[in-house]
């Protein structure tokens, strides 16, 4: 099958495209015929080789986890599925697999994905959706009528943190450059700061932040929450709380518990999906390069079929 795929830690330059082999399924797994793939921070960070101790890859390697699809196959040990479903899902990061035309993978981790959702939608939704799930209310206990800080708001996370921090009735402070805050605005912030012109560490009495970026705006995230606040970040592994403020960083595991709520909120009219930009698979390294300034808007995708 052809796949973008790395023999080399580096840049998004080492991504190079070429036949690679499909591993043959065992008795839990499905073969998925893939139909789009999401581009994550996260697979910059290990095509780069920055979290090897982490996530450790075999080369060659195949970079991708999120990614929707089309069965082609499955195990003998799978009941619930058959060829021919629409499913969507995020592979494990050391096992990769997303940029290519095929992936198989554990039967427990794909989920239908419903008519009326396209394939691009739902490529762009595991990692996104989840991680934003699991920073706001698992890692940062976010509640009602709480006051929260979004830093890179219209990113791929961003967008969804937003709605899902307005969605639970919280106060929504968003920091994004000034061509996304009507976008922002229009998802559910109450507050939208320009960080190229506005200082947002002049707010005070915030209850949480929601960390994307780190470096200098964590730094200056610090005064701005109240005592007993939290920063939850998703840059800064690190990362630990001072004077009685608490700092934990979000490692975002598996998609899977987050699918079903996705497809829900998105099925009532509660969830939009924010996309920025599709590439063809041949094109992957282009897709990777633009995630990697970190100026992407919503959600950068691959089209792995023509």
């Not at 993978?105 to 009326?116: F, L, M, R, S």
């Amino acid at each position: 099958m052809k796949a973008a795929h790395i023999e080399t830690f580096g840049s998004p330059d080492v991504l190079g495209s070429g036949e690679v082999a499909v591993r043959t399924p065992k008795g839990n797994e499905v073969v998925v015929r893939i139909e789009a793939a999401g581009v994550n921070p996260l697979d910059v960070k290990i095509v780069a080789g920055y979290l090897q101790q982490v996530f450790p890859v075999e080369f060659p390697y195949v970079p991708g986890t999120d990614f929707s699809g089309v069965i082609e196959t499955v195990g003998e040990e799978v009941s619930h599925l058959q060829a021919g479903d629409r499913v969507f899902g995020r592979s494990a990061p050391s096992a990769g697999g997303a940029f290519a035309q095929r992936i198989v993978i554990a039967a427990a981790d794909v989920y239908a994905v419903p008519e009326a959702m396209s394939f691009e939608q739902a490529a762009a939704l595991p990692t996104t959706f989840g991680t934003a799930r699991q920073a706001l209310f698992e890692t940062g206990g976010l509640q009602r009528g709480q006051r929260v800080l979004i830093h890179a708001a219209a990113g791929g996370v961003g967008v969804m943190a937003v709605q899902q921090a307005h969605r639970a009735g919280a106060y929504v402070i968003a920091t994004a450059s000034a061509a996304n805050l009507d976008l922002v605005k229009s998802l559910g912030a109450d507050e939208v700061i320009d960080y190229r012109t506005q200082d947002f560490s002049q707010l005070r009495d915030v209850d949480l932040v929601l960390d994307a970026i780190g470096g200098e705006t964590l730094e200056k995230s610090w005064p701005v929450l109240r005592t007993g606040g939290r920063i939850a970040s998703l840059v800064e592994f690190g990362i630990k709380g001072r004077n009685g403020k608490g700092g934990e960083s979000v490692f975002f595991a598996s998609a899977t518990p987050f699918l079903a709520e996705a497809v829900k909120q998105f099925q009532s009219g509660q969830l939009q999906i924010v996309t920025d930009s599709i590439f063809p698979l041949e094109e992957a390294r282009a897709a990777l390069e633009k995630v990697a300034t970190g100026h992407a808007c919503g959600k950068v995708l691959i089209r792995t079929r023509n």
